[in-house]
């Protein structure tokens, strides 16, 4: 069973309080982190906003949000009703003047309470934010600044808002969220690689032959066109989420659990990785944006139409890439995310080398390497492809066989989302699962070489049908190393 440890009591002040992801992610996981019993009663939840809302009104606004995005069943009223009581609201401009006399008055009837300043709000007022959170005498000891992705859209950007938001915060007190961090299986990558002797012997280029991360998604871009048109997979998916999966798969061990320890690793990966230019773009890359298509068997349109005009944005990027050290010379990982693919899909795949000899008639020999699947979404688990003998009579025969766990099945408890424990680890003052100034700049110091080489050849993305698994250059660019993608619909 789980073990609920209480935090600090704490004000969290929500910067974009009536915002889509305030909405979707923070409320409902503050509730369940208050549910639970984890959340002291002397905590607040402050949303912060330009809007001129009474307390009511941004209640009612938290009640709704909560019924859309927390399943009925959790939502008992009573329960629902003393953590609303706990919500406030301060009508604040965050970027200029107003409010912030008040939102000082409010935060000052707690003046011992953890302070984490959460940034829901467009990277562009960060910078502008901070600065007056420290004008009005807002930055202590006691509080943290949380900063959502994107963390600009290229180094230069990237640099520009680190240095903002740290001329006010030192590096301790900021918080980058990588939400994939929070997710409980890539949290168990680390216990899986660390904690298991079988595991850490093989993880070298002498066993594994190469590593497949896939992170597919059904959705289209769900309202968030104009932001979406401006970023595209590369920056949405693969510069944050994809990497950070990478780095902690191919990760050396840490000296702790120490925030820095695990940072200094990740870092070493993310500046190992080989950059890709003008001259290798087209063979190590793949561009894709949908068009019309189905995916769970309803029609959908493509991503132009969704957008209402032409764009060369991609929705879908597949790639390999190297990492140059010894561990992982001459191991592929080729990696791969999109929209309106066919599943909604997390996972690693570790497919190890093929047996180099083998005492079985070529006949009975599978031939099948072993293979490590682990799933991320949904269904955390997982699963170790081992040959196996087929039962019964017939001659001695191989088959692959999954070594299959589900953690859902395994612990039968709920999976918390990702931001119950990162919200819970900011206030903590753990940043253990948060992004480093310098990983983040690694990772863009890496992406903007990408993005460079496709600008240079500026060719359109290549369409794919929604609900399938993305352009058929894709397939190719595996297959021509003569590896095919792992494939395992539902
Ligand atoms: C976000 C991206 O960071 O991650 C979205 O901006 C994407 O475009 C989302 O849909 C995916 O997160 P999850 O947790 O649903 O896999």
């Known amino acids: 069973m789980a073990t609920i440890i209480p935090v600090a009591s704490f004000d969290c002040v929500v910067f974009g309080a009536t915002g889509d992801l305030t909405a979707r992610k923070l409320l409902p996981a503050l509730f369940y982190r ?3 019993g984890q959340i002291p009663e002397t905590s607040r939840i402050i949303g912060a906003s330009r809007s001129e809302l009474s307390l009511d009104a941004f209640r009612e606004h938290a009640r709704d949000a909560l019924k859309r995005f927390v399943p009925a069943a959790d939502l008992t009223d009573d329960v629902l009703g003393r953590f609303l009581d706990h919500v406030d609201y301060v009508a604040v401009d965050g970027a200029g003047d107003s409010g912030w006399t008040d939102l000082v008055a409010k935060l000052d009837e707690r003046p011992d309470q953890v302070r984490p300043y959460y940034l829901a709000t467009s990277p562009d007022l960060y910078g502008s934010i901070c600065r007056n959170l420290a004008a009005h005498g807002l930055v202590g000891e006691k509080s943290r600044v949380v900063l959502e992705k994107p963390i600009g859209k290229d180094l230069k950007s990237a640099r520009a808002i680190n240095d903002a938001v740290g001329e006010v915060f030192p590096e301790s007190q900021i918080f980058r969220i990588d939400h994939y961090l929070g997710k409980e299986t890539v949290q168990n990558l680390l216990s899986l690689r660390f904690a298991n002797t079988i595991f850490e012997r093989l993880w070298t280029s002498d066993v594994i032959d190469h590593v497949q991360i896939t992170v597919a ?10 932001y979406y048109d401006t970023s595209g997979a590369m920056r949405d998916m693969l510069q944050n989420h994809i990497l950070q999966l990478l780095c902690l798969t191919a990760m050396e061990s840490p000296l702790n659990l120490e925030a820095n320890s695990v940072r200094d690793e990740k870092l070493k990966v993310l500046r190992a990785l080989k950059p890709i230019t003008t001259h290798d773009i087209q063979s190590v890359t793949v561009r894709g944006q949908y068009v019309a298509g189905a995916v769970d068997g309803k029609p959908v349109e493509g991503y132009l139409a969704e957008l209402g005009h032409e764009s060369r944005t991609e929705t879908f990027v597949a790639m390999k890439v190297e990492i140059q050290s010894g561990r992982w010379a001459g191991v592929p990982f080729y990696l791969r995310t999109g929209k309106r693919l066919p599943q909604k899909l997390s996972e690693i795949v570790v497919q190890f080398r093929a047996s180099p000899f083998s005492i079985f008639p070529e006949e009975a020999f599978g031939r099948e390497p072993n293979r490590l699947v682990i799933r991320l979404q949904p269904q955390e688990g997982m699963k170790l492809e081992v040959m196996t003998k087929d039962p019964g009579p017939g001659g001695l025969r191989l088959r692959p066989t999954d070594l299959d766990i589900s953690f859902e099945e395994t612990f039968k408890q709920r999976y918390p989302d990702a931001y119950e424990r990162l919200l819970m680890d900011v206030v903590r003052g753990n940043a253990t699962l948060f992004m480093r100034r310098d990983e983040v700049e690694a990772a863009w110091a890496w992406a903007d070489g990408v993005l460079k080489a496709w600008a240079d050849r500026p060719e359109a993305p290549r369409p794919y049908p ?9 397939i190719a660019l595996i297959e021509r190393d003569g590896r095919t ?6």
């Open 485 to 490: 993608w792992h494939e395992e619909l539902r």
């Open 217 to 226: 998604e059904t959705v289209g871009v769900e309202g968030r066109a104009g």
């Open 466 to 474: 929604a609900g399938s698994w993305g352009p058929t250059a894709a």
């Open 34 to 36: 208050f549910r639970d």
